[in-house]
């Protein structure tokens, strides 16, 4: 059982910047891929970029060349570096990790930005 928590979350108007991570629980090193999705209100969650536990990267089209996503398996962390935010950006953000079989979940953390 990995046990995911996300900080980082809060405003920033529009072109701002924010940092989020992910720390677990457990050590990620046999954690094969985590990712990064969003919830905006009245919308389906969405991924929003996923990271090997190599570090190759992929990104939503929305998010690409804007978002920066990364890990640090010795500190059982992932980080979504967030830049020219926009207010569609505006989201509860959560991180997953999958491994052994099972998909884990963060309880989620609030980004709002606005115009």
């Known amino acids: 059982q990995v046990q995911l928590v996300e900080s980082g979350g809060g405003s920033v108007q529009a072109g701002g910047s924010l940092s989020l991570s992910c720390a677990a629980s457990a050590s990620i090193f046999t954690i094969n891929a985590m990712a990064w999705y969003r919830q905006a209100p009245g919308k389906q969650r969405e991924l929003v970029a996923a990271i090997t536990r190599s570090g190759d990267a992929d990104y939503a089209g929305s998010v690409k060349s804007r978002f920066t996503i990364s890990r640090n398996n010795t500190k059982n962390t992932m980080y979504l570096q967030m830049n020219s935010l926009k207010p569609e950006d505006t989201a509860v953000y959560y991180c997953?990790?999958?491994?052994?079989?099972?998909?884990?979940w963060g309880q989620g953390t609030q980004v709002t930005v606005s115009s």
């Open positions: 997953t990790a999958e491994g052994g079989g099972s998909l884990f």
